[in-house]
């Protein structure tokens, strides 16, 4: 008798977590369609009144008067990515190389944790840094040395900071790639009577080329999405920005610097919203690609 | 064409050096300009005491309001991230293992997920605070992050399950387990080295993040003594008190900052004595 | 034993705190196929690593001794390593084409090694493909990446891409082990026609092939060399206990 009443009670507990389980997992795989529901519901509101295009488009924006153009934050995003991104690729991938195929231990050992650190360390504290470290340098040095009077806050403190935030992020992916790459094939090119750099340039960036790519993808998708650090350094005017060292206003940092007013003021939240809709599609995208550039290139290897 | 080759591969070691050696020195050099900045204004008094009046003008009183805040929130959050994600993670592993490619997917969709930038979290956030009507306050921030945290734990979670071997599934079915049995009595204890690592991950998240808490957990003085009251964090703190016109304000942000730093530096720490015990037979790099 | 093409001596291997190789003195002989038997994990493989210093490529990995090549010492030696590699084609234990065509495949190491004009190359290319008997399954689609090849095909690719370089010596690592019978019986005979041009080295685990191939035998056990000689007095006539025992399968 207690003997079926324990396989009852394991049983019945098998079931119970089974369905705590599955609704767990059912939540979790339709977050992307909650949050992407959740964002257009509010944001629609704008997007009925005005149309796509013309707000992405429109160069004037003035929530008093009810003109939302996203045009000079969206450009504001794209300036601060790339430049983020021409900063840290080369670096990372010289890096990479070295610690996949050259490096010795002693200095693998130091460089792990330090990438483990950089990567855990909270965007503020990166904006921190920034103020105390980068904008001075761009403002005070590099202004005067150009012979431009710049105040530092600018697109190009926003690009630093975030070229060393995805730094360790892009890093990691490729390390991966690079070490995902079989060493027979580094032994063949090498016994063909290539040397060790010939074999990397020829064939081991060839090969790990859809996962390079995938990785620069991933880290400009973190970059567009970042918000605090950029948002502390970048100068924030809403303006066109036309150079490096003209301040800019990015996408993350108009939400983030708004959210105050953003009930005061009729379809402000709408604009708001619609931003974030538009940053979730924008890196959402490039994430897919991205993911499905490794996805398919790990198929073939 | 010799000569020329050794001194192209010279060239590029020189410079490979040069970018690896540029990354140690850029964290030393935020490590040391946050440390050389903020530490002299840190007192005992001011992880001790909650902000007084005139504390925002540069009087006295501390940040113990933003540290509780930090802790109350990244626990809170951790912990039902952990109650949601902990089954995903084990379904995935066990329950689903005949269906690799579904498996794969909910991979590619957690993957997405960790993609998306925290400030779409914090605005989701603030869209489902007022669809269910709460107003800012712990638990709307302790949910955001929640969602925002999930991914990175299921992940986690998944990469320490992935490394157990599949006999393991195979023999402890044979001997009559239920799957829910397997499920924490085997594999969750199997890798509970690498659970760990994943709720530190996801709790040092949590608690350095800013954009996803901006708009739903409000920012207050006081230490909340209940979920429905606003709360501050330690991220939030600095990024205020560093748009301060006020020079005395803006030192605290940095004290502040080492504090924060420390919190991280401990978890990272803790990570990587727990995940190095656990990693001794895979080889890194 | 005639002309030896390889010699080595009192060679160890430590890997890490581990000492893979122990002692290792052997001849290998001039354009004869010399087999390494052994069981698995014996050091075979790390023996013929040694021999065109792939060993460099693990930091961890130290060697001491000498091993001869035409009577000009490797390891402890001054020269360009990629020459010494290039006296030396390597096949792996499953085929690891390059990330290019096929016709880039061959012609890498033409490239690499020298310029050359566009037909010459075409030329070179074609040869090696004709001497694996490559030639006519590929000359239609020398643009198609490698890996579309077969198994069996992107071996013997691996194989043309090896003479391409005018080597010496061909090492081969357990050539066959990935393959289907017919094609290892395709690269078995291969290389009992080049045997007359160069000096071949085979890894295996497998007696019958080496029964099959060998001139002459290294049996390796537990890092060491247990017994070598020309194959008919090896297979026939072992001189020691353990060679006997494995001669009859009684461990593998």
Known sequence: MSGFRIKLSRSLRNKVHGSWMTVCLVFVISMPVIIAGGLYWKSSVLLHDHGVFSLIFSKEWKPLSGQFGFYPFIISSIWVTMTALILAAPICLLTAIHLTQYAKRWVLKIMHPVIDILAGIPSVIYGVWGILVVVPFIGNHLGTWLGKSVSGYSILAGGIVLAIMVIPFVLNILIDVFNNIPTELSEASLSLGATRWQTIKFVLVKKGLPGIVAAFGLGMSRAFGETIAVLMVVGNVSRIPSGLFQPGYPLPALIANNYGEMLSIPLYDSALMLSALILFVVVLGFNFVSRYIIAACDKRC | ?285 | MDHTKINISKLNLYYGRQQILKDINAGIPEKKITVILGPSGCGKTSLLRCMNRLTDLHPQARLTGNILINGKDILNTTDDITSIRKMMGLLAQRPYPLPMNIYNNIAYGLRISGRMNKRMLNKRVEHYLRQVSLWDEVKDRLRDPAVALSIGQQQRLCLARGLAVDPQIILADEPTSALDPLSSQAIEEKFNELKENYSIVIVTHILRQARRLADHVIFMYMGEVIEQGPADAFFENPKLEKTKLYLRGMFY
């Not at chain 2, 540290?67 to 039902?80: M, N, P």
């Not at chain 2, 003085?221 to 501050?232: E, F, K, L, M, Y």
Request: hydrophobic content about 55%.
């Open chain 2, 1 to 285: 064409m010799k000569k020329f080759l050794k001194a192209e591969e010279i060239f590029f070691r020189v410079l490979m050096f040069l970018s690896t050696t540029l990354i140690g020195t850029v964290l030393f050099l935020i490590v040391f300009s946050v440390i050389k900045n903020g530490l002299p204004y840190l007192s005992w008094e001011m992880i001790s005491e909650v902000p007084s009046g005139g504390y925002y003008f540069g009087k006295e009183g501390g940040i113990l309001n933003a540290i509780v805040g930090t802790v109350y929130l990244s626990l809170g959050s951790t912990l039902l991230a952990f109650f949601v994600g902990l089954p995903v993670a084990l379904m995935m592993n066990v329950h689903l293992v005949r269906y690799q490619r579904f498996v794969n997917g909910i991979r590619l969709i957690l993957d997405l997920l960790w993609g998306i930038p925290s400030i779409v979290y914090g605005a989701f956030g603030f869209t489902l605070m007022v669809y269910l009507g709460i107003r800012a306050s712990l638990l709307a921030g302790i949910i955001t992050v929640t969602i925002f945290i999930i991914p990175i734990m299921i992940r986690a979670m998944d990469e320490a399950l992935k490394t157990a071997p599949r006999g393991l599934l195979e023999a402890a079915l044979s001997l009559g387990s239920t799957r829910s049995e397997i499920s924490y009595r085997v594999f969750f204890k199997q890798c509970i080295p690498g659970m760990v690592t994943a709720i530190l991950l996801s709790f040092g998240r949590a608690a350095g993040d800013v954009a996803s808490v901006l708009f739903t957990a409000g920012f207050t003085d006081a230490i909340p003594t209940s979920i429905n009251q606003p709360a501050a964090t330690l991220p939030l703190a600095i990024f205020f008190q560093l748009s301060s016109p006020i020079s005395e304000v803006r030192h605290r942000a940095y004290a502040a900052a080492v504090v924060l730093f420390g919190i991280i530096l401990v978890i990272s720490l803790l990570t990587r004595i727990i995940s190095g015990k656990y990693k001794k037979n895979r080889i890194n790099f």
